[in-house]
Each structure stands twice: as structure tokens, then as C-alpha cells.
């Protein structure tokens, strides 16, 4: 699938960790349902970006 072009008109630059955390099941579940109340389109929109950017560059490392 192919998307039209898209336009950065701004960067903002934000700390970001990755966390491996241990919980309970209960617990996990309560905090997806807490991501998703909070989560807006703009969180959705940068994860999808993030993601495909990963893969394009997953994808070029296997073809070196």
C-alpha cells in the first residue's frame, strides 16, 4: 500500500525510554485501557510513522 506524500512542518524533540516492566495480567490490561482513553490520533499518526520507518529499515538491512 502506498500513501500520498506527507509533510513535516514541525519537530519537536522529546526523552523517550523504553521500559521492560513485569506485571501481572490484570494489571496490563488496566493500563492498555488507561493508553487508550488517552491516546489521540496525533499518538496514533507518530506510532504508525515510527513503525514504518522501522520496517524500511529492517527491510534494508536484510537486503545488505
Do not use: C
Request: net charge negative; hydrophobic share 40%; no cysteine.
Amino acid at each position: 500500500m502506498s500513501l500520498p506524500v506527507i509533510k513535516i512542518i514541525s519537530e519537536e524533540e522529546e526523552m523517550h525510554v523504553k521500559l521492560e516492566l513485569e506485571m501481572e495480567d490484570e494489571t496490563m490490561d488496566i493500563l492498555v485501557k488507561w493508553g487508550k482513553e488517552e491516546a489521540t490520533d496525533e499518538d496514533y499518526v507518530n506510532i504508525a510513522i515510527r513503525e514504518g520507518l522501522l520496517n524500511i529499515l529492517r527491510d534494508k538491512e536484510k537486503d545488505e
